[in-house]
């Protein structure tokens, strides 16, 4: 089995769980990650929030993971988009804004990516507040540049964590880290 059929395997276990509503999904490969937790909530969901840091940098990330143009360059959060068969709403959680939607039973809602917030007490407890208050029956969180984070206190907050593996699929990212002393 692939890296790539584990992480699928995973997160679609995760999703069909009703006992589990937050997973955390790890790793060093971020357009690997990306392509699968956004193919998978594709299968499952018709409508979902995409919450971010980083409003100027996630449809890069998107597009990215992806190879292709499925998002403008410049997003809105007041903008509905197209993701798959999926109209998602992408929009900051770092910024306070009065129309940050909740979300419900029938959504889901995407934390991406995660890694600037963990490491600020101040930023990281409204983070808390926020996937509290977050209403999507599922909740995933997403980290990029996993090697910096320093405080892994985020695993004591989810019901589930998934570390998606690339030594298989891609070995030149662990090749290039263990290289640079990353890892």
Not at 68 to 83: E, F, M, V
Request: include cysteine; proline fraction near 2%.
């Amino acid at each position: 089995m692939t890296d790539r059929e584990k992480a699928i395997e995973a997160v679609m276990k995760f999703l069909g769980d009703r006992t589990s509503r937050i997973l955390l999904v790890r790793g060093y490969d971020n357009d690997a990650k990306v392509r699968v937790i956004l193919s998978c909530l594709n299968k499952e969901f018709d409508k979902g929030i995409i919450r971010t840091s980083s409003m100027t940098d996630i449809s890069s990330h998107i597009n990215r993971a992806f190879n292709k143009n499925l998002l403008p360059s410049a997003i809105k959060s007041t903008a509905n988009y197209s993701l798959g068969s999926m109209t998602v709403n992408i929009n900051s959680y770092t910024s306070r804004t009065k129309n940050n939607p909740r979300g419900n039973e029938d959504t889901f809602t995407l934390f991406h990516p995660v890694q600037t917030v963990l490491d600020d007490s101040k930023r990281y407890e409204n983070f808390l507040n926020d996937i509290k208050n977050t209403n999507s029956r599922k909740i995933i969180l997403s980290t990029t540049n996993e090697w910096s984070i320093k405080d892994w206190d985020i695993e004591d907050h989810v019901d589930e964590v998934f570390f998606y593996e690339v030594e298989n699929d891609n070995p030149d990212i662990m090749r290039n880290l263990r290289f640079n002393g990353a890892v």
